[in-house]
């Protein structure tokens, strides 16, 4: 009788524990579902649109550190947004950084190398994203550079069973067009050179 009863606690503690440790392993599935194509709140750092961040990172009311000033730098815009795991490592999932300096060479000589290019997001503007093929973490990058500006998405971990580079792009087209103002665009004289003998 003693044994029977052992037998049966014991099995109830196997259950429990099979149960504890199935739902702790984050066995939750892949919402592989597209990001937003239209730019709406919540947004994290003022510009990046939560649901997006949810999605390719795969967490949950994440730590998001950071802002973007506009008006910087002759209205070009300068800012970062750094997104963190809520976790005790706190690791670093997304960065999406705003500067001045934006190098369509840098561009050209990364869609010659095989990136794809970005498509026409902002009126003038160029990039190009990529999956980092050597990354066990689904990294991706996009750049978008227009004029003085340049905007960078940097995926450092995504979800597994997510497209990681159609998730920097799809981001890049939410939050391009509110970043790039007028102030980056290249200048007229730079965009249509006059002819010699002119």
């Known amino acids: 009788m003693k044994a029977k009863k052992i037998l049966s606690v014991a099995g109830v503690l196997a259950c429990v524990m099979g149960l504890m440790v199935a739902c702790g392993s984050g066995s939750a599935e892949v919402d592989n579902g597209p990001l937003p194509t239209v730019a709406a709140p919540p947004y994290v750092c ?3 649109p939560l649901k997006a961040v949810e999605l390719m ?3 949950r009311d994440p730590i998001a550190r950071g802002s973007f000033d506009l008006t910087l730098l002759e ?10 795991r809520r976790d005790d490592d706190q690791l670093k999932m997304l960065q999406v950084g705003l500067t001045a300096g934006g190098y ?4 050209e000589e ?9 498509p026409e ?4 503007a160029v990039g190009y994203y990529f999956r980092d093929a050597d990354s066990e973490n689904n990294a991706a990058y996009a ?5 003085k500006a340049q905007i ?40 249509s050179p006059t002819p010699e003998g002119s």
């Open 46 to 48: 003022g510009y990046l």
């Open 57 to 59: 990172t795969g967490v």
């Open 75 to 84: 209205g070009v815009g300068y800012g970062t947004c750094t997104v963190y």
């Open 104 to 107: 369509s060479g840098k561009v």
């Open 110 to 118: 990364q869609v010659k190398a095989g990136a794809p290019s970005l």
């Open 121 to 124: 997001i902002v009126p003038g």
């Open 143 to 147: 750049l978008l550079s227009r004029g």
């Open 152 to 191: 960078t998405v940097q995926l450092e971990i995504g979800v597994e069973g997510r497209d990681g580079a159609a998730d920097v792009l799809a981001l890049m087209k939410l939050i391009a067009p509110r970043l790039i103002t007028d102030a980056g665009a290249p200048s007229a004289k730079a965009a």
